[in-house]
């Protein structure tokens, strides 16, 4: 059975949360998020990288959640949760579901280590502040994007919805969901109201 490599409001949170939307069975090894743990011998023979998520199934080891998130909608999807190649929606998909984690999950990710991931001796407040405007800027590029549209990419739920929910729950546990982001708040509460959210974010 699929192993997800699963640590609590990590970054595999995206893959719990698909295999639930596409009802793909699944079993979880829970992971302290903590370096004893994510950089022991036994965890490094998974994830080189000591980071989370990695799913083995059946033998093949990935990490990456994007990659995980594709691979499964390939494997199990039967065409849902993305608009097909070469249809008319498939290169704004394409956008945003690689924009979570490429170009948002960048500043959100600097939030995070320089405030409470890294010992605190190598934290250095300028990245984090700098991380705070900058991911204030791509709020600001999703509140405009979200006008008059249930989901990212539309009326349709779809994985880069998955992948965007995950950036904007951390925003949301960093604080940076303000009261003037309506749309981006309407869409987190969307999101976050699925069961398959639920069920990763527990
Ligand atoms: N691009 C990778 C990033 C993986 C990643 O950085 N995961 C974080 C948790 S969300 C992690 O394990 N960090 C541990 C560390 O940096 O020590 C992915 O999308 O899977």
């Given at each position: 059975m699929l192993k997800i490599y699963h640590a609590k409001n990590t970054r595999s949170v995206r893959v719990v949360w698909l295999c639930e939307e596409l009802g793909i069975p699944y079993e979880t090894k829970v992971l302290k998020f903590a370096p004893d743990v994510l950089q022991s011998q036994e965890y490094l023979a998974v994830h080189p990288l000591g980071k989370v998520p990695a799913i083995d199934d059946d033998g093949l080891v990935l990490n990456e959640s994007g990659a995980i998130l594709q691979y499964l909608m390939e494997k199990?999807?039967?065409?849902?949760l993305e608009p097909k190649?070469?249809?008319?929606?498939r290169g704004r998909y394409l956008h945003w579901f690689h924009f979570a984690e490429a170009t948002m999950m960048v500043p959100i990710g600097n939030i995070a280590q320089h405030s409470f991931i890294r010992p605190e001796d190598k934290r250095i407040p300028q990245v984090a502040a700098e991380a705070v405007e900058s991911a204030q800027r791509m709020l600001g590029i999703l509140e405009k994007e979200l006008a008059?549209?249930?989901y990212i990419c539309g009326s349709e739920f779809t994985a880069a919805d998955i992948m965007l929910g995950y950036d904007l729950l951390l925003c949301k546990l960093f604080g940076?969901?303000?009261?003037?982001?309506k749309n981006v708040n309407a869409y987190f509460a969307r999101l976050s109201a699925r069961p398959g959210f639920q069920k990763a974010t527990a």
């Open positions: 199990h999807g039967a065409g849902g190649p070469g249809s008319a929606g008059g549209k249930d940076l969901l303000s009261d003037d982001l």
